[in-house]
């Protein structure tokens, strides 16, 4: 076993009985390995946490130093042995101190690009969907298991207390989740959910979703599953419904796909005669200035063929069709081309690149564009074309 790994786990409060009995060995072998382990308990004592993670190369750092001992081809006394594990920890301490922040802020420097988890106590996990890893708490209870794009808590009966992880999907990617009732909700492009890790009973199934997803709740009579966003609250029993709710739009869109849902206003206490009911093939849109709502029927494929990776769109202006580019192909977009911003568009697209997107659509309008790795300029075409005017 891998000292390194050891220590980390143990200050984490995740060790096995086995690894228990090799860390107990290795702390008493010297005064030196004790003052080591100490140093850095102490550290931990000040509220944070270090976090367990693939991609931190102490084990690394560990087998250079080993790499040397064997390169000298000498016999190392216990104290050498020491000197150098003090070197190695010494850099750990180092690192320690750059992975860990207050409970409040990520423990790693994370990548905006990558799929992130946030546990209870603030730490936070890169989510790789070329994975299969268990998702642990700070007291060693499993949470989630999460295989590829998709985390699933089914299996975490030893939690006994309400508590809450926090998914964030970046643009160009999507996620699985399968909460502990068995309700799935799938995150679009620049997402996140917060939501308990485990459902307690007599408390109700609440999530607070920024962004996009689409749930399929499991029936429960007597604990009512809510979404909240902002103001707004969709109250289901169990049902398939969308919700698009990111930050820059001016309307919260729930789309039923099968069931009923209830929509109201979270300031004030849940009222089934002042709430307005949602029924199948039928979207609700709830302005976010003035919390009013409108309701017509819609085609709700439009809405989510997003989970099986296409992206429709009817009769939508450009201006709006460059948010929903930006979000599934992680581009920005600026077109400077103010005039194809009020033309609308119907189109499908499946496996096509943000390029061929564009084609297609200047194929209808004409304007040029330029891309620099993940930027997008969009101008007049040389010879333009006049546009009609509305």
Do not use: C
Request: hydrophobic share 35%.
């Amino acid at each position: 076993m891998e000292i390194s790994h050891l220590l980390v786990k143990k200050l984490n409060g995740i060790l096995s009985v086995e690894e228990q009995k090799y860390f107990d060995s290795w702390l008493q072998k010297s005064d030196e390995n004790m003052k080591l382990f100490m140093r850095l308990q102490e550290l931990n004592k000040e509220g944070r946490s270090i976090a367990i993670v693939d991609d931190i190369e102490i084990e690394t750092a560990w087998t250079k130093v080993l790499r040397v001992a064997k390169h000298k081809k000498v016999t190392l006394t216990l104290l050498q042995i020491t000197k150098y594990a003090a070197i190695f920890i010494g850099i750990l301490a180092i690192g320690y101190l750059y992975w860990q922040t207050d409970s409040s802020t990520s423990i790693l420097s994370t990548n905006e690009d990558v799929i992130t988890l946030q546990l209870e106590n603030g730490e936070i996990h890169q989510i790789s969907p070329e994975k299969i890893q268990t998702i642990t708490n700070s007291a060693g209870k499993i949470l989630g298991i999460q295989n590829g794009i998709q985390l699933n808590y089914l299996n975490n009966s030893e939690i006994d207390k309400l508590s809450y992880n926090v998914l964030t999907v970046p643009h160009g990617k999507t996620f699985k989740l399968i909460l502990s009732d068995s309700s799935t909700v799938f995150l679009n492009a620049g997402s996140s959910l917060k939501y308990p890790v485990k459902f307690i009973s007599g408390h109700n199934r609440q999530v607070f979703l920024t962004g996009e997803g689409y749930f399929d709740v499991h029936k429960d009579k007597k604990h009512p599953f809510i979404v909240t966003n902002g103001t707004m609250d969709v109250r289901v029993l169990g049902t398939k419904f969308n919700i698009s709710a990111y930050p820059e739009d001016t309307e919260i869109n729930t789309v039923l796909v099968e069931g009923s849902v209830s929509l109201y206003n979270n300031r004030i206490d849940y009222n089934t005669e002042t709430a307005r009911i949602l029924k199948p093939s039928h979207q609700a849109s709830w302005n976010r200035s003035n919390d009013n709502l409108t309701i017509q029927l819609v085609d709700t494929d439009i809405y989510t063929s997003w989970i099986n990776g296409k992206l429709v769109i009817k009769k939508m202006p450009f201006k709006n069709i460059i948010q929903k580019l930006e979000r599934h192909y992680k581009v920005t977009i600026n077109n400077s081309y103010q005039q194809l911003d009020k033309m609308d568009f119907t189109a499908t697209f499946d496996i096509e690149s943000i390029e061929d997107v564009l084609s297609t659509f200047a194929l209808e309008t004409p304007f040029e564009y330029t891309k620099i790795e993940n930027h997008i300029e969009i101008y007049k075409p040389k010879k333009e074309k006049e546009l009609p005017m509305e």
